[in-house]
């Protein structure tokens, strides 16, 4: 027992001589954490550049953005739109709901585009009345020739945080700056997009 305890009184004389020996560092729990330190832009490989600089609009394709956008829905709609980087965009007889930046970027990609799906709403739309909404999309790329948009069609969607909504299903041909209209019954609404990859 006597042996035990001089074993154990030894070990720890030992660990206090290396821990107050100089040079000797003990380990702490920053010595195992991850780094945290951000890479500087210069730091990023070019293809990391490139496709950063690919989710940026150029300065010719006029997107729409949440700057001077002071349109309110009306009730029983949230007046603004209840996502973040999201923002109502048109008027009461038809708008829609867009990102703060004016991009759309990776988006489903087949072998005929990249699909997207755009909400649409109206104070003159009733889903119950209207199952299949009579509006239609249409878009034309503006930085260079491309085939036309496609739809595919509005059909109706309905949640909490969206109340009775349109919901329509297009596909860009192209990346590009694009331009959407909406026709809904007597409205019209126009917006820019840049679809970046």
């Not at 004389?13 to 290396?18: G, I, Q």
């Not at 394709?61 to 109502?88: H, R």
């Not at 585009?113 to 249409?138: F, H």
């Not at 909490?160 to 700056?177: K, N, Q, R, Y």
Request: hydrophobic residues 45%; contains cysteine; charged residues 20%.
């Amino acid at each position: 027992m006597q042996k035990s305890y001089f074993l154990l009184s030894i070990l720890i004389f030992v660990s206090f001589l290396v821990g107050c020996a100089p040079g000797v560092k003990l380990k702490t729990l920053e010595d195992y954490r991850m780094p945290t330190v951000v890479p500087a832009a210069s730091e990023l490989t070019a293809t990391a550049q490139a496709e950063a600089a690919a989710l940026i609009p150029p300065a010719d394709c006029p997107v729409t953005t949440a700057e001077n956008v002071s349109f309110k829905a009306p009730e029983p709609f949230s007046p603004t739109a209840p996502w973040d980087g999201i923002f109502w965009y048109g008027t009461e007889g038809l708008w829609t709901a867009l990102h703060t930046d004016g991009v759309w970027a990776r988006l489903p990609k087949t072998s005929d585009g990249y699909t997207q799906k755009i909400m649409w709403w109206s104070d003159s739309y009733v889903l119950k009345d209207e199952l299949e909404p009579a509006l239609v999309v249409s878009g034309q790329r503006l930085d260079a020739k491309a085939e036309p948009l496609r739809f595919y069609g509005a059909t109706n969607a309905m949640a909490d945080d969206i109340g009775d909504a349109m919901l329509t299903g297009v596909e860009f041909p192209t990346l590009g700056c694009w331009e959407v209209r909406g026709e809904y019954k007597k409205s019209e609404l126009t917006f820019v997009i840049w679809i970046a990859p």
